[in-house]
């Protein structure tokens, strides 16, 4: 099987040689070296966060985002308390699906995928129930690539003392987010996507005073946010059996991110690959599923060209034979695929996959004919 090409994906993604060299190497986790590994992690993050103790901690949890985003929602919302979820795509009803199996009191405001949550509304659903203690939302919604606005958001979360929680999964160091200026209480975010690590663990920013409140309130056992966090604040050990390797990666991962200029160099890069890569598939026809002033820098969906007989199969077989791979579409009201740029992506690669989306074109023109 041919494993040479690179991810055109939110994450993962394609990751440097030298973070995949790091997991070559074996580690206890009872090693006092390997738990100054994870201790140097959660200072970091805070750092990338623009926070620091005792303010904020950081809290690293076994498994994929979900995970991390499940942690938090069963662990943080209590019996009593209900949480307003704002979704525009599969990741933000995700967090109703999680809230539905957990049996978490909440309410869904429901967006189009094309259009950001609107905080006048957040604010008037705040105004108009009292009961709701706690407001989740995606900043980063990969089903469509749309960025949302959490900084607004946050103002109106904030303005009506109710607890924010941000599902940064897809930005997190690649967009900069002043987590404490934003009002977020809460942000997760994962191993395997902008800090350009591989999949194993999320992590949760958490404002220590409110995580301290959640302690005995968890749903889950293993997805205690507070017990996992009393653990390792201990000297950093994990609770339950740590993923090692991924933990030696995304340590190599942050040290490169500070390498190349930190976020903000690795988020000009971000866009500028967005910007390239619609310009240069603009010109072969494929149209942005989005409205420009609100499209991120992570990831984007495309129409297909008009009149194109084509299907999504033959378009990714064509292409993954030549050295990328694209995602399906996701949004249900539009026949899109979706093109990511984040990871080990550059101009140039940006630059050939638009040539052989040309070849593919020319190509399927004879087939057609």
Request: hydrophobic share 40%; glycine share 8%.
């Amino acid at each position: 099987m041919n494993h040479n090409y690179k991810l055109l994906t939110p994450g993962p993604l394609t990751t440097t040689d030298s973070v995949k060299r790091e997991m070559l190497f074996d580690h206890c986790t009872w090693d006092d070296d390997y738990k100054a590994i994870t201790q140097r992690i959660r200072a970091g993050l805070l750092e990338l966060a623009h926070v620091s103790e005792p303010e904020y901690t950081a809290v690293l949890m076994q498994g994929s985002g979900t995970f991390g985003v499940e942690s938090v929602l069963t662990s943080v919302v209590g019996q009593g308390d209900k949480l307003l979820i704002c979704a525009n795509g599969a990741y933000g009803l995700r967090m109703a699906d999680i809230a539905r199996h957990a049996g978490v009191c909440h309410v869904l405001y429901r967006q189009a995928d094309n259009r950001q949550p609107d905080p006048a509304h957040v604010a008037r659903l705040l105004r108009e129930d009292r009961a709701i203690t706690h407001v989740a939302m995606v900043h980063s919604e990969t089903t469509s690539g749309i960025l949302n606005d959490i900084e607004a958001v946050g103002a109106v979360v904030k303005a009506a003392g109710r607890t924010f929680i941000v599902d940064a999964m897809s930005s997190f160091g690649g967009v900069d987010i002043p987590v404490a200026d934003y009002g977020i209480d809460f942000l997760i975010s994962s191993a395997n996507k902008c800090i350009q690590g591989v999949p194993g663990f999320s992590f949760i920013l958490a404002r220590r005073s409110l995580l301290e409140q959640s302690a005995g309130q968890a749903r889950s056992l293993s997805l205690d946010l507070y017990d996992q966090w009393k653990t390792m604040e201990q000297d950093g050990k994990w609770r339950f059996t740590s993923p090692t390797h991924v933990v030696l990666a995304f340590a190599k991962a942050m040290e490169e991110l500070a390498e190349e200029g930190g976020i903000p160099a690795r988020a000009a890069r971000y866009a500028a690959n967005q910007r390239l890569l619609t310009e240069r598939l603009g010109a072969l026809g494929f149209r942005p599923y989005l409205d420009e002033a609100v499209q991120g820098p992570i990831i984007t969906s495309f129409f297909y060209p008009a009149g194109s007989a084509f299907t999504f199969e033959e378009m990714y077989d064509y292409i993954k034979a030549r050295g990328y791979v694209l995602y399906p579409g996701k949004v249900m009201q539009a026949d899109t695929f979706r093109v990511g740029n984040i990871g080990e992506i550059y101009a140039e690669d940006i630059e050939k996959l638009a040539a052989i989306m040309a070849d593919f074109l020319k190509e399927a023109g004879r087939w057609a004919s």
